[in-house]
């Protein structure tokens, strides 16, 4: 029986790293990456506690909105654990500076992640507007193929020290991208004309930061063609670029996620609330 095709891209991004570690890094640049990784951590953990709890505040059919929220962050923990782990092991304190230990740093830890992740980021998003299913279904299941498209075809330039072959990939990766940005902005954009002003706001809001921290994944990729893709400065700005756009993706993403529901949730109510009274007044 043959494995399914997300079977072998996760497999096969767990066992390779995406770049072979420069063999010297200063103090300061270690520790950039160290302690990046670590509020990473925090926020991502702080991020799925605040969901859970969160969620007790929003009506029944929002509630899935912030499950997946939760969902998203945990599996950014777990990984960014792994991650601060992998760089640990990477380096040693000798002479002054962190030197290669020989062992190899895994970042594809970061496709790993990003596989489970950037889809329900985006389900997410369709979810939590509680639209009717039948045009909920066919926007997820096409943002779906396209989330994933995007990270398959931008693996194989993150693990090349080839320029070419990095840009190669890269515009090919940029294809589905812009399918996600197209649907988000025009096809779900019609969707908001029926929902109330302070949530078209929000959804405003939560499509440029979307976006925005997107938007910075590719500078990232690019970064070590800027600096050389095998020295210490690339490799920093690119772990430092991906770190902070997992931030605001996920856990940002999250938290407007989670008021657009609070404000769905609030409208949902006063329209029952009216409804009641109507009744009432006809009694």
Known sequence: ?????????????????????PLEL???????????????????????????????????????????SALVVAVACYHYVRIFESWKESYAFVDGVYKATGIPFNDAYRYADWVLTVPLLLVEAV????????IASGMIGR?????????????PGEVSTDTGTRLLWGTLSTIPFLY??????????????????????????????????????????????VFGALSATGIVALQVGYSLADIIAKAGFGTLIYFIALEKTRVDNENKVGASKLVVAGD
Not at 32 to 51: D, E, K, N, R, T
Not at 150 to 155: K, T
Not at 214 to 222: D, M, Q, T, V
């Open 26 to 68: 200063s103090a300061g640049q270690f520790g950039l990456v160290y302690q990046l990784l670590s509020i990473a951590i925090a926020c991502m953990g702080a991020a799925f506690i605040f969901f859970v709890l969160g969620k007790q505040n929003l009506s029944a059919k929002y509630q899935p909105a912030m499950l997946v």
């Open 127 to 134: 979810a939590v507007l509680a639209l009717a299913s039948n």
């Open 1 to 21: 029986m043959k494995k399914s095709v997300l079977g072998v891209t996760v497999a096969a991004l767990l066992s390779s790293s995406a770049l072979a570690a």
């Open 180 to 225: 996600i940005i197209y649907t988000l902005f025009v096809e779900l954009g019609k969707s908001l004309q029926s929902q109330p002003p302070r949530v078209q706001l929000l959804m405003g809001n939560l499509r440029l930061l979307l976006f925005g921290s997107w938007g910075f994944y590719p500078i990232a990729y690019l970064l070590p063609l």
């Open 143 to 155: 943002l779906v193929v396209a989330a994933l498209a995007m990270i398959v075809l931008g693996y």
